[in-house]
């Protein structure tokens, strides 16, 4: 069962959201697909950390062997090439490894090496299998990162609980991450922003036709937007998170609010109790 | 000498484009002819590498000089392997700053900005 865990914007609580999630079910895999800061590791602390790194093939140029024809220059839509007074420029950190130039070049000049961008951190905290993505900064993209982290490769069976913690907004990282998800949480704040936001990520599960839920975090009195949005939309909430002195510090302080306090434990026991059983309605009325 | 400008408009009374990558035309002008010619820039549309490409026109077009208020890293490295010079341009005066090219009065363009990628949202 996996369940990714997304918000239109960043600080909205999908960290929270999935940390808790994973550390109230007890045994569970929590995944941190916010490779540009991912921050989960931070409140699991995970232990026996196993480092993998993750490569994309880019260009090596045998300027002895280019002919200057320039099909590579021409075909790259990211202009990761120049062509200057008779050898080849690649500029590795706009490549986007695609691949094109060494599949268009003629005369076989153009090599595929390979190039770090980033890792991957298994670790375990308790019970909890914690996989952290990291991508370098100034790399173009993530996505290497999360197809690794989400691949077929991941250690974590289909049917274990999977959290997903996503990388915010709704662009193609977010979208990797989403792609095999069993369900998505969306998290939204009481404001008219946060329901913009959430408003973004509900087109996106809707296009990707996940099912999905609502979880309001900082909830306070009074009108909330995306509660508002919700009701509109007729989507399913979820549960509330109270904006709360008590939990705000627990998480400031690197804690695991279900880990350490008793009312949270059950507040996110609760929640996962009706992602489990939403999970399980959306699985028997696909059947 | 043919001499390559960033400008937003095809006209000699046009300014001096702020965008080096994403300027809409250059004009290259030849100091001996006292000719100017416009050419269209490919690369302003660009999702990305927008003065890699720009560069490779000022390069492809055999301009000696470039003469731009800014330019990213990449696109400085295109045109200094051509070696092309980049000159720092003085107000917005096209025919101004030709004139103080000609005179020795622009200075070399010394600042190269880190560029402004990824954010396309990749």
Redesign the interface.
């Known amino acids: 069962m996996r369940i990714a865990v997304l918000s239109g914007k960043g600080g909205t609580g999908k960290t929270l959201v999935s940390i808790n999630l994973a550390a109230a079910a007890g045994s569970s895999t929590y995944i941190d697909c916010d490779v540009e800061e991912p921050n989960g590791h931070l409140f699991f602390k995970p232990k026996a950390v196993q480092v993998e790194e993750i490569t994309v093939g880019i260009p090596a140029v045998d300027n002895t062997l280019c002919n200057g024809c320039r099909k590579c220059?021409d075909f790259?839509?990211?202009?990761?090439?120049?062509?200057?007074?008779d050898?080849l420029?690649i500029?590795e950190?706009?490549c986007?490894s695609c691949g094109g130039c060494m599949m268009f070049c003629p005369v076989e000049a153009l090599k595929e090496t390979e190039k770090v961008i980033g890792t991957v951190e298994n670790g375990m905290s308790d019970q909890v299998r914690v996989q952290t993505g990291i991508l370098n900064p100034?790399e173009?993209?993530g996505?290497p990162i999360i197809k690794r982290l989400i691949g077929e490769s991941n250690p974590a069976s289909k049917e274990e609980l999977t959290l997903i913690d996503c990388p915010p907004?709704s662009?193609?990282?977010v979208m990797e991450s989403i792609k095999d998800a069993n369900y998505c949480i969306l998290v939204a704040e009481p404001t008219l922003f946060g329901a913009h936001n959430l408003d973004m990520v509900h087109e996106l599960v809707e296009l990707f036709q996940k099912p999905f839920g609502v979880v309001l975090n900082k909830c306070i009195e009074g009108e909330n937007p995306s509660e508002k949005y919700c009701v509109e939309k007729g989507i399913r909430i979820l549960g509330r998170i109270p904006y709360d002195a008590e939990l705000g510090k627990l998480n400031s302080n690197g804690e695991i609010a279900a880990r350490k306090s008793e009312k949270y434990n059950a507040i996110f026991s609760s929640l996962l109790k009706t992602v489990r059983q939403e999970v399980q309605h959306e699985t028997a009325s696909d059947s | 000498m043919k001499l390559a400008m960033p400008v937003n408009e095809k006209d000699m009374k046009t300014e001096i484009c702020v965008s080096f990558g994403r300027s809409p035309y250059f004009l290259f002008y030849d100091t001996d002819t006292e000719e100017g010619t416009f050419i269209d820039n490919s690369?302003a549309a660009?999702?990305?590498?927008?003065g890699?490409?720009a560069?490779?026109i000022i390069?492809d077009n055999n301009a000696g000089a470039l003469l731009t208020p800014r330019c990213g890293e990449?696109a400085a490295?295109?045109l200094k392997?051509?070696?092309i010079n980049l000159y720092k341009t003085e107000g917005v005066s096209v025919t101004e700053n030709i004139e103080a090219f000609i005179d020795g009065k622009l200075s070399l363009l010394d600042e190269i900005h880190e560029g402004f990628?990824?954010h396309g949202?990749?």
Do not use: T
């Not at chain 1, 790259?76 to 007074?85: G, I, Q, R, T």
């Not at chain 2, 660009?46 to 927008?50: F, I, P, Q, R, T």
């Open positions: 220059v790259c839509k990211f202009n990761a090439l120049a062509y200057v007074k050898s420029i500029f950190e706009i986007h100034g173009v993209s996505v907004g662009a193609c990282v | 690369a660009s999702s990305g590498g927008a890699i490409k560069a490779q390069v990449n490295n295109v392997s051509a070696d990628h990824g949202g990749n």
